[in-house]
């Protein structure tokens, strides 16, 4: 497929055409909604202002409330790009991995709690793996961080050392 005939499609897909016409109050020459013959580039221009941001914003909030799920699968992937690591988890996928209780502390699990330490995170089993299904599992955000930050062989220095103070104070 030419790249001509590439934009072609997109334009279709996204309900867009090139407008062959006057210019914008602007003076745009770009592209155009088709249903309502929004200018794309003042689309662009307003996305960026102060307005805009806080539009966009708004939208976040109103889409937490209402969609969670989709909220929180759109910020993971959001992350998982911004860190460079594979996201491979389409949406469908991601609302039936099992979220109930944490695997490390058996604390029940919430997307959104006011104690953050309970809040769902999703952990990569394999973290030289990408997020991607049987490499992802829902955990505490405590017991994320915990597992996320210390080697084995550091919790277990810490175990043994909180023994022995146990074992003393006996
Ligand atoms: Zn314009």
Redesign the pocket.
């Known amino acids: 497929m030419t790249k001509k005939n590439q934009n072609r499609e997109l334009s279709i897909k996204n309900n867009l055409k090139t407008y062959q016409g006057e210019s ?1 109050h ?1 003076g ?1 020459l770009g592209i155009r909604r088709i249903h309502n013959h929004e ?1 794309m ?2 689309m662009r221009e307003y996305l960026r202002s102060d307005r805009g941001h806080a539009y966009k914003r708004a939208k976040q909030r109103q889409l937490k409330e209402e969609n969670p799920f989709r909220y929180k699968f759109n910020q993971l992937r959001h992350n998982a790009k911004t860190r460079k690591i594979l996201w491979s988890i389409s949406f469908e996928d991601f609302c039936m991995i099992p979220m109930d209780r944490c695997p490390v502390f058996n604390t029940k699990l919430n997307l959104y709690n006011d104690d953050m330490f309970h809040n769902a995170t999703l952990d990569r089993t394999n973290s030289a793996k990408g997020y991607e299904i049987g490499n992802v599992v829902w955990m505490s955000w405590r017991a994320n961080v915990i597992k996320g930050n210390y080697s084995l062989y550091e919790i277990k220095a810490v175990e043994d050392y909180l023994k022995t103070l146990e074992e003393n104070e006996l």
């Open positions: 914008c602007k745009h200018c580039d003042c």
